[in-house]
T-cell receptor, first 112, second 112 residues
Framework: SQKIEQNSEALNIQEGKTATLTCNYT??????LQWYRQDPGRGPVFLLL?????KEKRKERLKVTFDTTLKQSLFHITASQPADSATYLC???????????FGAGTTVTVRA | DADVTQTPRNRITKTGKRIMLECSQT?????MYWYRQDPGLGLRLIYY???????NKGEISDGYSVSRQAQAKFSLSLESAIPNQTALYFC???????????FGPGTRLTVT
């Protein structure tokens, strides 16, 4: 069956450190993978998209990698700040038909 | 003003009642989606529409129906609400030429 698995445990890190989140998928062949941020009681907000032919993408303090052999994406928040505290969702288009399948998310808490 | 709006934001209803959740967007996007979010399960697609005359079922459409009244409006109905439809519901939109989705603020629905 198809699965998208993100870090099962919440991530608690010290301000200034790098947070690394994982997204593993099974039985998908995605053309791209996306990451979203969700704050409590709010809708997800798009952060980054990485395509199958791209190894790495950066946006400010965010970095995403995509390894189609390992079927894994890593999401890094460098120089983390308390304002980065949120739940981060990975999503992929497994059927190349503009429908996204989402992981359950990883909650990150950055301590000052 | 928000680009994607949802009404109501919160709703408590009784088992067996019919309820409609509404979504409006000012982004000019053709594609619209309805998701539900349950703790630990992530976002699951209920229905989606790629233009006014196009309606498609998602992975969990049983017990739900939708109406695309205009490019900007996409409504989700629960014909006879049941307690396991208690969840957070999100509407999202996307542009024909881009893959990221833009989410509304969500509707918290409780069925007692």
């Amino acid at each position: 069956s198809q699965k998208i698995e993100q870090n099962s445990e919440a991530l608690n890190i010290q301000e200034g450190k790098t947070a690394t989140l994982t997204c593993n998928y099974t039985n998908y062949s995605p053309a791209y993978l996306q990451w979203y941020r969700q704050d409590p009681g709010r809708g997800p907000v798009f952060l980054l998209l990485i395509r199958e032919n791209e190894k790495e993408k950066r946006k400010e303090r965010l970095k995403v990698t995509f390894d189609t052999t390992l079927k894994q994406s890593l999401f890094h928040i460098t120089a983390s700040q308390p304002a980065d505290s949120a739940t981060y969702l990975c999503a992929l288009d497994g059927s190349n038909d503009y429908k996204l399948s989402f992981g359950a998310g990883t909650t990150v808490t950055v301590r000052a | 003003d928000a680009d994607v709006t949802q009404t109501p934001r919160n709703r408590i209803t009784k088992t067996g009642k019919r309820i409609m959740l509404e979504c409006s967007q000012t982004k000019g996007h053709d594609r619209m989606y309805w998701y539900r979010q349950d703790p630990g399960l992530g976002l699951r697609l209920i229905y989606y529409s790629f233009d006014v005359k196009d309606i498609n079922k998602g992975e969990i459409s049983d017990g739900y129906s939708v109406s695309r009244q205009a490019q900007a409006k996409f409504s989700l109905s629960l014909e006879s609400a049941i307690p396991n439809q208690t969840a957070l519901y999100f509407c999202a939109t996307s542009d024909l030429h881009r893959d990221e989705q833009y989410f509304g603020p969500g509707t918290r629905l409780t069925v007692t």
